[in-house]
T-cell receptor, first 120, second 112 residues
Framework: AQTVTQSQPEMSVQEAETVTLSCTYDTSESDYYLFWYKQPPSRQMILVIR??????QNATENRFSVNFQKAAKSFSLKISDSQLGDAAMYFC?????????????????FGKGTHLIIQP | NAGVTQTPKFRVLKTGQSMTLLCAQDMNHEYMYWYRQDPGMGLRLIHYSVGEGTTAKGEVPDGYNVSRLKKQNFLLGLESAAPSQTSVYFC???????????FGPGTRLTVT
């Protein structure tokens, strides 16, 4: 079974600074998808960014970018010019496009999350 | 376009009571999911559906049942609630591709 590990339970950054959130995952598959979701205090899960494993280019969405290291099974999220509205829980998630031979379930596998605090 | 909606937003049950959570999506998505989120944990998959009339078990299905009678609706049932089912429940849906899921606002359920 795939596992996703977020080793930083909490991170703090000054407003306008850059912060990087770490995520590692364990899989034996070569084709898969990775996501970062944001969960603010409203608890709504919001998609931040997506990365397809077959793409070598790192995904970017405005101030959010990823560092995808496939061989190392690492998928970190960089937030540039941090803003107060970025304060939230951030979850890394993994999805295989192909069900495993053992009949694995469809759906996303999530890490336990990183609580990001923005210091004004 | 409301996206994914969940009813109710909050609920308190006594042990042994039953209830149904309703998820509705207006994006014509084939796939729908139910997750639970416990403190200090990410979301864990309970059940999912790959189309109208189909359901399948996820990672933590025990104590829950689901039904997908209409494409836009996915129901999660608790037949006999237990305190261990106190959690926040999220519904999600997606197209065939790409694989990102769109989430509802969540339902906070407390079982006393």
């Amino acid at each position: 079974a795939q596992t996703v590990t977020q080793s930083q339970p909490e991170m703090s950054v000054q407003e306008a600074e850059t912060v990087t959130l770490s995520c590692t995952y364990d899989t034996s598959e070569s084709d898969y998808y990775l996501f970062w979701y944001k969960q603010p205090p409203s608890r709504q899960m919001i998609l931040v960014i997506r990365q397809e494993a077959y793409k070598q280019q790192n995904a970017t969405e405005n101030r959010f970018s990823v560092n995808f290291q496939k061989a190392a099974k690492s998928f970190s999220l960089k937030i540039s010019d941090s803003q107060l509205g970025d304060a939230a829980m951030y979850f890394c998630a993994y999805r295989s496009p192909v069900l495993t031979s053992g009949g694995g379930a469809d759906g996303l596998t999530f890490g336990k999350g990183t609580h990001l605090i923005i210091q004004p | 376009n409301a996206g994914v909606t969940q009813t109710p937003k909050f609920r308190v049950l006594k042990t042994g009571q039953s209830m149904t959570l309703l998820c509705a999506q207006d994006m014509n998505h084939e796939y729908m999911y139910w997750y639970r989120q416990d403190p200090g944990m990410g979301l864990r998959l309970i059940h999912y559906s790959v189309g109208e009339g189909t359901t399948a078990k996820g990672e933590v299905p025990d104590g829950y049942n689901v039904s997908r009678l209409k494409k836009q609706n996915f129901l999660l049932g608790l037949e006999s609630a237990a305190p261990s089912q106190t959690s926040v429940y999220f519904c999600a849906s997606r197209r065939t591709r790409p694989y990102e899921q769109y989430f509802g606002p969540g339902t906070r359920l407390t079982v006393t």
